[in-house]
């Protein structure tokens, strides 16, 4: 999985924001999930608390709950780069190679130039196809 961007400035955001993060960079998916589904309620259209919540989902092996925020977060935003690049890596742990490539194709578009989560996901793409060939 990408990085979260967890540089955040933590006293210019919400205080729930700001422990859903700190419970995501440890690994704390539950308190991560309960935090910034709070967050959620102030900032209804925050297509990166949603991004997070889906994030915080993935670990615990609940996948049509990290699609939904996903999907909630593309909905806010629909050039959200690391949504793109979490919903690849999501369909290639459900073995979706062709719609994660596609995640890939949308972030090559939105980045023009190479970016983080376009590095990422590629990367992750080559391995997952690397094992599949064994």
Known sequence: MGQMGLEADWGQLDPDFAAGKKALAA?????AIAALKLASLRDPQNADIENYVGYAYYPLRQMGRAMHYYQKALAHNHRHRGVHEHL??????????????????ILEEICLISCEEYGNLERVIAIYKKQLTR
């Open 88 to 105: 690849g890596e999501l369909y290639l742990a459900v073995g979706e190679s062709a719609k994660a490539e596609q995640q890939l194709a």
């Open 27 to 31: 690994q704390d998916w539950n308190a």
